[in-house]
């Protein structure tokens, strides 16, 4: 089947990231671009740099890059860290890889923790490692909040814990770019110093802003830093944002648009936007076990709200299954990554979606194995109605830890 040059109705975006923008924020984003240096962006700028906080469940600082997210992973690491620190990591998949490469890359020494890619941070892991580092070598401990080649979801406050359990001075970062306004993340209850995030999943907008959110202690950190840095730096962003502006040209229109998705979420309630994303994990989960598939995920405390890892049948490819299903359905699911390439696709429940994309999403799949000789059990989109009517019974796991 060849794609036709038009295809009706909706493009699916069902990735992890980037999600589908709501049009209120598309439109606004497509307002005229105002001067970044004058009074109505100084009020946005205001707005935004303050509103965002309660995003992050913090009432410290949070920093806006014009970027995507790796930008604020380089930022978080320049501003709080010297060139040679040693920093602590954890293998959760692919982002969590990705992340210590940055760092090597830039001149700091990652210990990566040894990760299965199947379930999440082992708090106790770290605890022992920093607890064998007497001479407090470890500068930081970076984990990824929500890992989004794989489904899996840490328990960001353990992290903490196990930090305090060792008497360990060493900052926390966390990586929440696929997390933040889908999962709860509460950056000052759980003490995390540093959160890393991008504009483009559940905050619902276009990719090209990035985050960091800091607490008084990276601040400190930062004062004496020894990385070289301009373009990321926190000291000068914040003298500029205490007037409401930044010290290059912001990203002014994707900023118009972040104060409406900020609306449109406080709107709804961060509480029920988590739940919405949880309640729909928990629909594409029923349908990935009804068809006998395995999801990625095998501890069933660390699933995923925003995005489902499900692992093909030994010898069918993952990529085949989601050209057909772009071809027929023009629908978009996500690629395996790194180790997972080929062998497992992800079903994105991040963002701006209801119930029928959820649906769709499930029931578009299911047509496709079917179309193209996947085997499977048919009949999934009927377990995901159940979990989305409240009649959920149990799908027994094949590997439900
Ligand atoms: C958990 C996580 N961290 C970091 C990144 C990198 O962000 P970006 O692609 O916006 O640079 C991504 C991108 O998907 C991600 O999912």
């Known amino acids: 089947m060849t794609r036709p040059s038009y295809q009706p109705g909706r493009h699916f975006l069902q990735l992890p990231g980037p999600t589908n923008t709501p049009l209120r924020v598309s439109e606004a984003i497509a307002r005229p671009t105002i001067d970044h240096r004058g009074p109505e962006f100084q009020a946005l700028g205001h707005e935004v740099l303050s509103r965002v906080r309660a995003m992050f469940k913090t009432e410290g600082p949070v920093i806006i890059y014009p970027s995507s997210g790796t930008g604020a992973w380089e930022a978080a690491l320049v501003n709080a860290l010297s060139p040679g620190d040693h920093i602590l990591m954890y293998e959760t998949g692919w982002f969590a890889t990705l992340w210590s490469r940055l760092a090597a890359r830039i001149g700091l020494v990652p210990e990566l923790l040894p990760g299965d890619w199947r379930t999440p941070v082992d708090a106790a892991a770290i605890e022992t490692r920093l607890r064998e580092d007497r ?5 930081a401990v970076c984990v990824v909040h929500n890992e989004t080649s ?4 840490s328990d960001i406050a353990s992290v903490r814990r196990a930090i305090d359990a060792a008497g360990h001075p060493a900052l926390l970062m966390v990586d929440t770019v696929s997390s933040l306004a889908a999962a709860d993340y509460r950056h000052d209850e759980w003490g995390a110093d540093v959160a890393v995030c991008g504009s483009q999943k559940g905050l619902m907008l276009p990719p090209g802003l990035s985050f960091n959110a800091v607490s008084q202690k990276a601040l400190r950190a930062s004062e004496s830093a020894g990385f070289v840095r301009s373009y990321w730096d926190w ?11 930044f010290p290059y040209t912001p990203a002014t229109n994707l900023l118009q648009g972040l104060k409406v998705a900020i609306d449109m979420l406080e709107e709804e309630g961060l509480d029920a936007v988590f739940a919405r994303h949880e309640r729909a994990g928990r629909a594409t989960r029923a349908a990935v076990r009804h068809w006998g598939f395995e999801v990625q995920c095998i501890d069933a405390s660390a699933d995923s709200p925003v995005l489902t890892g499900v692992r093909m049948p030994e010898g069918h490819s993952a990529d085949a299954l989601r050209a057909a299903i772009l071809e027929r359905s023009n629908m978009s699911l996500g690629s395996g990554l ?3 390439a080929d062998k497992v ?3 994105g429940h991040v963002g701006d979606f209801s119930d029928p994309a959820t649906l769709g999403t499930i029931a578009a799949i299911e047509a496709a194995m079917r179309a193209t000789g996947v085997p499977h059990r048919s009949g999934g989109t009927e377990a995901a109605i159940e979990v989305l009517a409240g009649e959920e019974t149990p799908v027994p796991s094949t590997q439900a830890a």
């Open 135 to 139: 001479a407090h070598a470890i500068k």
């Open 345 to 347: 696709f992800r079903i």
């Open 150 to 153: 794989t489904g899996v979801t």
């Open 338 to 340: 790194g180790q997972l």
């Open 235 to 245: 000291g000068e962003m914040l003298a500029f944002n205490r007037d409401g502006f």
